[in-house]
């Protein structure tokens, strides 16, 4: 019998590669008479080149060109381009420089002259909707693709309500209310009115968007760092506006991306684009300081939540205003904030309205459980408030408000296909030993005091009708093609487990073929919003089922008797007629042609597909199918986080003592990886909650925390070394594999937990605001007047 | 390493005031320039003048390597673009991350912190220098990271293994809390610390057992 490899501990295939130093990520490629281009950045957060002197740079020795805005195609309306006369944040690239080294490129940058006319600016979302605020764009602070630029200013009656702490009751661009939240309100027999300021973070994976390309007969080579492969061939051939045929693209590795890297990157048209005109390679190395700029960001909220309760901890109404921070070219988390309100705390009864604001701040992008992560971080803190009035316990207010199989969410009644949150919660309360430790919250020890705290986390964790595509070659192995990226979550092997597992093959059997657009790669989902898991097993579980079919038929029409008498297992097909090896078994699928080789395609795969299976004909049997497994709901997966901590009352530093995170996310494919995963993700979310920082000079709309020292990821000493993980283990009925993915929900979980815990540590007391760092905790605790406004963003 | 001023090893105390200093009297700026790649000669001679010799001898990975060397030129940049060992990655260029770490005299340092001309006569080891090179057995930090299943994204491998190499040589029984500590310099944005903290603790106990 061959293995069981679905559940199993399988190191990914890329291993070795990554711990000896050979695997290369896109700033390890070179290429002969590669050069290296340097960007210049702006210098102000809004402003218009109004001339430039770039004479002494191109004479400089070693200067080999410039590319400008001219160069580059230009985008209308807040869609950004690569290079631009009208930088809207500090830090934009405005031009390129290439040279024979980087250091030449960079000292060339520092001669070229120009005159920028500074514009006005807003670093902060809620001062674009002041009744006489500043716009980030001269044009205006919304725009729709139908009626172009307007103004939205929210009034003098609003403002007076928010600046005396209080709700306002404005009119918002995005606006859906479900049930009768007035009428509930009222029914409530408590009602918290809470004002919640989410930080906007950098993404800042551990490679910079670093990126090289050159050209060779009209063909496009490039190497970039992206999460997706597929499917960021096709974003870069149409924003360059050329066929994605004429493209290769090569993204073997990647340096983590956490959504800032979906599609690749805007600065990744930079080096293709000057290599087109220079006639050169061109090497663009993204430094962290540059990445702080480039490198996108979580968009922070400022928030006004009303959130009803009857007496038994039942939330039964939600008021919810968001205020986005859009940056210079748009973010829509707040939409995805609003379904996760809704779902995890099943008030029935619920208005929802949302404005997301340009900015002249670092472009926004998802970062892991975009909008998700944050609502969740800034609600679960006031479901503890609520439970402390009730007099419940939080957990218990945790499993009455969490949704069952039967929930309906969101504006248009979304349903789920599997959720087990209350399962995930009970599982963790247990390994946390959440009802013993409830001695511990408060206790005092010296100048600590011990906290505890719960997260529960939902995001999306799949999509369905995607492709899959594998050959059997004649050396008798199976190469699984795949489109997805690989930036870390072993995906692009773990999917391939179903398909080798319907053909009875040891994994040592599989070659899994990745990262190279040149290979054929089919459709895919992009490597975002937690998809690949869940779509991708689905589809090689199509892909290995129609090789399956083929395999049988081969056996059956050259050894005899019917097909489905056939069985497989260890490398070969067995059945009435004898046996076959697969070797044996792909020699004749070539002999026979059609669609036992790829000669013949089903009809229904994607056009995308097409040309990657054409170029694999021919070479063994081919297994090609699209997802058809259909089913009905969203897909969901949950985290719940554990948190117990030690908040020194004389320092304001927070000191995790134990963290446990349990999740639903269906079967579970690799147990080492999805722990990985789950702990990985809320240690992130502490990061967003606590040690990571936004800082912005109000007055010049400049940002202080640009590098990692200051705005810094959690290391090893911020971090719990006993952290542990589980899962529920529940299939998900309507996938054949049952896998849903992982990778946004521990994020919410890991920041609800901790500033949960942060709260109950200072008796109760939810500073609605995060990060949560020692100067901004130590202020509450002293009694000090906060040095910021209760809604000012990016505070130092 | 983390925040603490010294970059350096005891008999050879490099301190980052001293890598600015090195940096400064060849000239170059420590503003923006100082981390970037110079890889040409060609304005080496007229902009940078100096006394330092520029062709050196550098023992990387045991072998003796002939490179011609800018006096500001890091060790990091040398070993990737002048030496071609790519293993060695630049995360954050300012001695933040670690992904650039590799092992001067068996001592974990961050490559981009050195100027090349500070390792002259001393051996540095790069990730790609770890496995035998006649027979591709890997290290034992190496192994253990194979059993262990160990990293994601893993651009902060190679800079972990060699603090890890850095760590067994050291203690070659650590606790995790050792362990822990003898890896904060290094920062794993994935966070994923617990599989790390797995595979350095399995690398002592492989160690101990040769």
Known sequence: MAEKLIGADIAPPDLHAKITGRAKFAEDFRAPGMVFAKLLLSPMPHARVRSMDTSRALAMPGVIGILTADDVPAREGPREACLTNEPKYEGEPVLAVAAVDEETAAAAIEEIEIDFEPLPFVVDPLESLRPSGPNAYTEGNQFSGEDGWSQLKWTAADFALIDAGRMPNPTAPIEWTKGDPEAAFAESSLVLEEVIVHQSLTHHPMEPRSNMAYWENGRLFAFVSTQSTQQTKFALAGALDMDPEDITLVAEFCGGGFGSKISGSTVMQIPALFSRKIGRPVMLRITRYEENYVGRARPGFQSWLKMGFLPNGKCNAIDLILVEDGGPYGSGDNGTAGMTADLTYTPRNMRFRAASMYTNTPPKAAQRGPGGAQIIAMMEPILDKAARELGMDRLEIRRINAPGPDVTFGPRDTTLTSVHAREALDQGAQMFDWAGKQALSGQRNGSKVTGLGIGLSPYTAGSRGRDGLMLIRPDGRLYVHQGIGNLGTHSIADTARPAAELLGLDWDDVTIVWGDSSKGMPRSTVQAGSQTTHAHTRANHAAGMDALRKVRQIAAATLGGAASAYSVDGGRVRGPGGSMTFAQVAQRAIAMGGEYDGHVLPEDIHAQTVPAAQMLAGQGLMGVARDNYGGEGSIYSWVAGFAMIELDHDTGVVDIKEFVGVTDCGTVLHPRSLGAQVLGGCIQGIGMAMTQRWVFDPQWGVPFANRLYTARPPGFLDIPLNARWGAVGIADPTSPVGAKGIGEPPVGAGAAALACAVADAMGGVCLCRTPLTPDIILAELEGRVAAHGRLDQHVG | ?210
Do not use: W
């Open chain 2, 1 to 210: 390493m983390g925040q603490e001023e010294t970059v350096g090893v005891s008999e050879h105390s490099f301190t980052r005031r001293t890598f600015i200093k090195g940096v400064i009297a060849t000239g170059a700026t420590t503003s923006s320039a100082g981390y970037l790649f110079r890889g040409s000669s060609l304005l080496g001679a007229a902009t940078y003048q100096t006394a330092t010799e520029r062709l050196i001898t550098l023992t990387v990975n045991g072998q003796a390597r002939r490179v011609d060397v800018l006096p500001h030129e890091t060790l990091a940049m040398t070993l990737r673009y002048k030496l071609g060992l790519t293993g060695t990655k630049l995360g954050c260029d300012r001695a933040e991350c670690g992904a650039c770490t590799v092992l001067i005299d068996g001592v974990n340092q961050y490559g981009c912190s050195m100027l090349t001309h500070q390792v002259r006569g001393r051996s540095v080891t790069t990730i790609e220098g770890l496995e035998n090179p006649d027979t591709g057995e890997l290290s034992v930090v190496q192994k253990a990271v194979m059993e262990e299943g160990g990293f994601q994204c893993a651009f902060c491998a190679p800079g972990f293994i060699m603090s890890m190499e850095a760590l067994i040589a050291e203690n070659p029984n650590p606790t995790r809390e050792e362990a822990a500590h003898a890896l904060s310099g290094n920062l794993c944005r994935c966070a994923d610390y617990h599989k790390i903290l797995n595979c350095a603790m399995r690398a002592a106990e492989l160690a101990r057992a040769v």
